[in-house]
């Protein structure tokens, strides 16, 4: 079955940090860029960072641009997001994908509070 899992997710308080992860399973991930997105409640799903498959190359959403740091250990299969000085607006469902493919998962939820 061809499929993202992400985990990672969690409580923090305001400028703590996580990590996430984005494992594949039933293709090989070092193959395509995968993005991670996310949603907050009553909000419409939004890209956050993205990592090509060929040269590594990043993208960040300037709301996390400095603070959040996507890699991607293609012997693992998996793609990481560092997401370091959190703030209540990033609390959101985070989910992980393939750009123009349909492998998502369920998401890991997010909440940076006190």
């Known amino acids: 079955q061809v499929q993202l899992v992400e985990s990672g997710g969690g409580l923090v308080q305001p400028g703590g940090s996580l990590r996430l992860s984005c494992a594949a399973s039933?293709?090989?991930?070092?193959?395509?860029?995968i993005g991670w997105f996310r949603q907050a409640p009553g909000k419409e799903r939004e890209g956050v960072s993205c990592?090509?498959?060929?040269?590594?190359?990043?993208y960040y959403a300037d709301s996390v641009k400095g603070r959040f740091t996507i890699s991607r250990d293609n012997a693992k299969n998996t793609v990481y997001l560092q997401m370091s000085s959190l703030k209540p607006e990033d609390t959101a469902v985070y989910y992980c994908?393939?750009?123009?493919?349909?492998?998502w998962g369920q998401g890991t939820q997010v909440t940076v509070s006190t």
């Open positions: 039933g293709f090989t991930l070092a193959y395509y860029a």
């Open positions: 994908n393939a750009p123009g493919h349909d492998f």
């Open positions: 990592i090509s498959s060929s040269d590594g190359s990043t």
